[in-house]
C-alpha cells in the first residue's frame, strides 16, 4: 500500500489559517488523496478528497502538489471545534475502483488554541 | 449520507466472554466495514463485511476470532470470542453507501475486558 507520512501534532489559533501538510511519495497515478479527522470520542468524518487538481468543498480545502507526492489539508478559519486527528489516506484499490478500503495512518493531532 | 447506529456504546467483559456488537445503518450500503482502534492508537482494520458471503479479513485478523455477519445491506454484526484484555479498544463500524463515495462511521463501542 502507497504510505503517507504526517507530522504527529501541530498547534494552531483560533480563527488563523491552518494547513496541514502530507507526504506520498509513492502514491502511484490512480490513488485518491483522501482527508478524515476524528474529533475526541467521535468515529472519524470525511473531510475531502481529490486526485490531481486542488479541490474545495464548505470544510476545506485540499492543495495537491504538481507531482502529486504531498498535498496539504487547509482549514481556512480554525475553530475550537476543529480540534481533532486529520488522516491523510490513499485510497487503495483492491478488486476493484469502487471495492476500496481505508487504511488509516497514525494522523496529525491540530490542537486549536482560543 | 448515511446514519450509523451502534450498539452497545460501551460494555466491561469478562475474559473468556464473547461480545457481539451491533451495526445499523439508516440507509442500504454497498460497503461495511469493521475497525479496531486501540487506546491512542489509529484506526486498523480488521475485515470488510460483505453481503450474503464471508467478510474478508485483513492480515492478522481471523474468523475464529472475529466472526462477522452481514445479512442485508443496512446491519452488520462483529463479534469479539474468547475475550482477553488485550482486546480492550474501541471497535467501529464503517459503511460507504454507493462505489467512490465517502466513508461514513458509528460512534464506537468502548470495550473494557476484565
Known amino acids: 500500500d502507497a504510505k503517507t507520512t504526517q507530522p504527529n501534532s501541530m498547534e494552531s489559533n483560533e480563527e488563523e489559517p491552518v494547513h496541514l501538510p502530507c507526504n506520498h511519495s509513492?502514491?502511484?497515478?490512480?490513488?485518491?488523496i483522501h482527508w478524515y479527522r476524528q474529533l475526541p470520542s467521535q468515529g472519524p468524518e470525511y473531510v475531502i478528497h481529490?486526485?490531481?487538481s486542488n479541490v474545495n468543498n464548505r470544510m476545506a480545502s485540499l492543495a495537491i502538489a504538481e507531482d502529486r507526492k504531498s498535498s496539504t489539508l487547509i482549514l481556512h478559519r480554525a475553530t475550537l471545534r476543529d480540534a481533532a486527528v486529520y488522516y491523510c489516506?490513499?485510497?487503495?484499490?483492491?478488486?476493484?475502483?469502487?471495492?476500496?478500503?481505508?487504511?488509516f495512518g497514525k494522523g496529525t493531532l491540530l490542537t486549536v488554541n482560543p | 449520507s448515511a446514519v450509523i447506529s451502534q450498539k452497545p456504546s460501551r460494555d466491561i467483559c469478562q475474559r473468556g466472554t464473547s461480545l457481539t456488537i451491533q451495526c445499523q445503518v439508516d440507509?442500504?450500503?454497498?460497503?461495511m466495514f469493521w475497525y479496531r482502534q486501540q487506546p491512542g492508537q489509529s484506526l486498523t482494520l480488521i475485515a470488510t463485511?460483505?453481503?450474503?458471503?464471508?467478510?474478508?479479513?485483513e492480515s492478522g485478523f481471523v474468523i475464529d476470532k472475529f466472526p462477522i455477519s452481514r445479512p442485508n445491506l443496512t446491519f452488520s454484526t462483529l463479534t469479539v470470542s474468547n475475550m482477553s484484555p488485550e482486546d480492550s479498544s474501541i471497535y467501529l463500524c464503517s459503511a460507504r453507501p454507493q462505489a467512490n463515495t465517502e466513508a461514513f462511521f458509528g460512534q464506537g463501542t468502548r470495550l473494557t475486558v476484565v
Open positions: 489516506i490513499l485510497r487503495d484499490v483492491s478488486g476493484g475502483g469502487s471495492n476500496y478500503k481505508l487504511t
Open positions: 481529490g486526485l490531481t
Open positions: 463485511a460483505n453481503q450474503g458471503s464471508e467478510a474478508t479479513y
Open positions: 509513492t502514491i502511484s497515478g490512480t490513488d485518491y
Open positions: 440507509s442500504q450500503v454497498t460497503m
